[in-house]
């Protein structure tokens, strides 16, 4: 097993490289160079290349799948603000005849509060509380969205993936969930193979890759809502899903496909059988793990609680498989450069980031801009708290080594796995 790594409270940063720091945190408060990763390494000797979906990204950080992807405009906002990749809100699968039977999950909710929580460690973050699922517009509408979003994405060389959630079934072969669940607006269909309503998987796939050609990515979501859902009670049931998901969806059609993982309500250790079984499902990448659930409350939610889990989690297992294949996006309070190198030491290529983009404003350093704009500001250039520092900080103790004169992102996770190994 690896051993947990702690990083100091403060980065040593060498004091040229911080004098730099602190003159550009000031300055790009009211607006990002037009070149960033360029910038950044012709400035700081560092190169920011990160990966995602088995895609080369400029920078670690992407947008989540959520509320704040629903509309070309923000799709626009993310890449004038140069993020690495943006993921789109999730949609329910559906067959050709318009039937899902994951509607439950298509509820219409608008009302979010975004506001402070204190984690179990007494630090004070930030979740987003609402009671509100997946897309709740057509899926016609969303593949014109996707369509849009794949033309600006690609017009500003960032990967634009969409997000799904598939039919999963009860325990017992072919059962569904509580009585009713499907009812809302899903119609009960024929069930394929294993309980999959292999048709919504069929349909929704292909009707995706008509639109993302060979270059589609998908991510699907096993939600914090689901984890709390009747069918995710049996240990071997979610299991069930993890192993067969990816099967079902490369069957329909080719596309690269991740497995966003559910924060199970179990303890870590089955959180790690959740990771393995990932591991060997034949997913192209995962995303390690989504918010938190709330069984009293009845609400997913995220902040420190959130980082503290999937960093023990990810601890729990040797860093080397992430190293190669397949690859790891982290999702989960990245608030901070310096938690995406928590993440990134834990196998991490990129990280996805909701709350954040959504804070108030008076919560960033930056004056100006888009939130995505001010937030990377923050996550880069932060003194003490960005990605820059933290690279330089692992670059001074040994850490991460530089290669052909820079220290890269990427080797963060690589060098730890091997140092672990
Ligand atoms: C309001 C809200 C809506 C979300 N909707 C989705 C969703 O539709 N699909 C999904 O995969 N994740 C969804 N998420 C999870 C985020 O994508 C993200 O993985 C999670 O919030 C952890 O990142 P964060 O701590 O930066 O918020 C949502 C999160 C929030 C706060």
Not at 2 to 24: A, F, G, H, I, K
Not at 54 to 66: D, E, T
Not at 207 to 234: C, H, N, Q, Y
Not at 249 to 268: E, I, Q, W
Request: hydrophobic letters at 40%; a negative charge.
């Amino acid at each position: 097993m690896t051993s947990p790594y702690r990083m100091p409270d403060n980065p040593q940063v060498p004091r040229p490289l911080r004098s730099r720091l602190l003159l550009d945190f000031e300055r790009f408060k009211t607006g990002l160079p037009a070149e960033l990763p360029a910038f950044v390494r012709e400035r700081y000797g560092m190169d920011l290349t990160a990966e995602y979906a088995g895609r080369r990204i400029r920078l670690p950080f992407g947008k989540a799948s959520g509320q704040l992807s629903m509309t070309a405009a923000e799709v626009q906002a993310d890449g004038d603000a140069q993020l690495g990749f943006v993921v789109l809100k999730t949609v329910i699968a559906e067959d050709a005849a318009g039937r899902r039977s994951m509607g439950a999950w298509a509820i219409h909710e608008t009302a979010m509060r975004v506001e402070p929580i204190a984690s179990a460690s007494l630090r004070r973050g930030w979740t987003v509380t609402w009671k509100g699922r997946g897309w709740d517009r057509s899926f016609d509408d969303y593949l014109a969205l996707y369509r849009e979003a794949l033309e600006i994405g690609s017009a500003l060389d960032m990967p634009v993936a969409a997000s799904v959630k598939y039919h999963l079934p009860g325990g017992e072969r072919g059962e569904e969930g509580e009585e009713g669940e499907e009812g809302e607006e899903g119609e009960e269909g024929e069930e394929g193979e294993g309980g999959f309503r292999v048709e919504e998987y069929e349909y929704t796939t292909r009707r995706i890759a008509e639109v993302g050609g060979r270059g589609a990515i998908i991510e699907k979501d096993f939600s914090p809502t689901l984890a709390g859902d009747d069918r995710a009670l049996a240990r071997e049931n979610v299991l069930r899903w993890i192993r067969e998901v990816p099967r079902l969806v490369s069957r329909a059609a080719r596309v690269t496909l991740g497995l966003k993982l559910m924060n199970a309500l179990f303890d870590d250790a089955f959180q790690v059988e959740i990771l393995r079984a990932a591991q060997t499902s034949g997913a192209d990448f995962l995303v390690c793990f989504n918010r938190l659930y709330d069984p009293v409350k009845q609400v997913a939610y995220g902040g420190w609680d959130l980082s503290d889990r999937n960093l023990r989690v990810l601890d729990m297992v040797p860093a080397s498989p992430f190293a190669l294949r397949p690859s790891l996006s982290a999702t989960g309070n990245i608030c901070s450069g310096r938690m995406m190198t928590e993440y990134a030491l834990r196998g991490a290529s990129s990280g996805q980031i909701h709350t954040f983009f959504q804070v108030p404003l008076s919560e960033y350093p930056a004056t100006a801009g888009s939130r995505p704009a001010r937030a990377l500001h923050a996550l880069l250039f932060h003194p003490e708290e960005g990605l820059i520092a933290w690279m330089a900080h692992l670059g001074e103790t040994g850490e991460l080594s530089p290669r052909d004169g820079f220290l890269h992102f990427l080797d963060i996770a690589h060098e730890r796995a091997r140092h672990s190994a």
